[in-house]
Structure formats: C-alpha cells, structure tokens
T-cell receptor
Framework: DAKTTQPNSMESNEEEPVHLPCNHS???????IHWYRQLPSQGPEYVIH???SNVNNRMASLAIAEDRKSSTLILHRATLRDAAVYYC????????????????FGQGTILTVHP | KAGVTQTPRYLIKTRGQQVTLSCSPI?????VSWYQQTPGQGLQFLFE???????NKGNFPGRFSGRQFSNSRSEMNVSTLELGDSALYLC?????????????FGSGTRLTVV
C-alpha cells in the first residue's frame, strides 16, 4: 500500500488556521486522499477526501499538490474541539489498487489547540 | 439518525476463550468494516463485508473471523484469545464501502484479555 508521511505533532492557537501536511510520494493514479481524525475515546471521524482538485466541506479544506505527491488539510479556524489525531490515508476507490476497499492508517499527527 | 452501534462497550475475557463482538451499521449502509486499534500497532484493518460477503481481508490470523447478516448487522469473532488480542475493536459502516462517501465509525469495543 502507498505510504503517507505526516509530522508527529503540531500545535495551534484557538481561532487560528491550521495547515496539516501529508506527503505521499508513491501515490498511484487510483488512490484517493482521505483525512480522518480521532478525538480521545472515540472512533475515527471522516473529515474529507479528494482525488486531484482541491475540496471544501463544512469541516475543512483539502489542498492537493499538482503532482499529487503531497496534500494539506486546512482547518480555517481551529477550536478546542479540533484537538485530535489526524490521519492522512490513501485508498483506491476502484478495484485493482492494493489499497482498494480498506483504510490503512499511519501514526497520524497529534494536533494540540491552545486556548 | 442513529450512528454505528457497537456492543458491548467493554469486555474482559480469559486467555483461550472466544469472544463475539457486534456492530449495527447506520440504517441503509450495506458495508461494514472492522479495525483493531492497539497502542503499539495503531489502527489495523481486519476485514470488510458487503451484502453478507467478505470483500476484503487484512493480515490477521484465522482466529479472527466475521460475518454479516441480511440486515447488514455484523459480528466479529476471535477464538482462542491471546493476551495480544487486547485492543479497541472498531466497526465502520458505509453506504457502499470502499471509501466512497467516507466511513462512519462506532465508538468501539474495548477488549481486555487476562
């Protein structure tokens, strides 16, 4: 499965934007980029996913590099509730890719938000 | 709408026993996946079921098995429990699975093997 690399931890202040980077230099053409987050004592929560174009939803934005070898999850205004472990995951949405049908979690980035 | 429900929330078992965990997906979701989370290995994919068929499987021994019923509810079974099976077991449901539209996870079942 294609591997992702994320910083172990990041810190932010409340109400400031947060940019969480992810490198995935071995991404294949069938891999979508997914972001999930896990709050303490909860299961992971879907945040956003994309293929080539930048994506926005009510939770966050996903900026994807033109060569698709890296991406950035953007939280526009961090709140204390955003403190979590953020996972960047590659998963093929079409049969044939080794990552098809499953999420392969790495160690993720621990985001700390200061009041 | 109701989320993904996993039962029980906590479980203590003895080595050598077997255990069955249950997962009720979001109404209408036909795909159910199972994951194991441990401090050492992180989150690892166990298997995925869709319309009562196992569609994908992770690298776990045969002691780990699962099934899905016609109402999409799923059970996971671990036989001959080992101390290393102590973990948080998470279930995730999806409309059609395979990442489309994202997965919704339950809060998990915390299994302790003593």
């Amino acid at each position: 499965d294609a591997k992702t690399t994320q910083p172990n931890s990041m810190e932010s202040n409340e109400e400031e934007p947060v940019h969480l980077p992810c490198n995935h230099s071995t991404i294949s053409g069938t891999d979508y980029i997914h972001w999930y987050r896990q709050l303490p004592s909860q299961g992971p929560e879907y945040v956003i996913h994309g293929l080539t174009s930048n994506v926005n939803n009510r939770m966050a934005s996903l900026a994807i590099a033109e060569d698709r070898k890296s991406s950035t999850l953007i939280l526009h205004r961090a709140t204390l509730r955003d403190a979590a472990v953020y996972y960047c995951i590659l998963s093929a949405l079409t049969a044939g890719g080794t990552s098809y049908g499953k999420l392969t979690f790495g160690q993720g980035t621990i985001l700390t938000v200061h009041p | 709408k109701a989320g993904v429900t996993q039962t029980p929330r906590y479980l203590i078992k003895t080595r050598g026993q077997q255990v069955t965990l249950s997962c009720s997906p979001i109404s209408g979701h036909r795909s159910v996946s199972w994951y194991q989370q441990t401090p050492g290995q992180g989150l690892q994919f166990l298997f995925e079921y869709f319309s009562e068929t196992q569609r994908n499987k992770g690298n776990f021994p045969g002691r780990f098995s699962g099934r899905q019923f016609s109402n999409s509810r799923s059970e996971m079974n671990v036989s001959t429990l080992e101390l290393g099976d102590s973990a948080l077991y998470l279930c995730a449901s999806s409309l059609v699975g395979q990442g489309v539209g994202g997965y919704t996870f339950g809060s998990g079942t915390r299994l302790t093997v003593v």
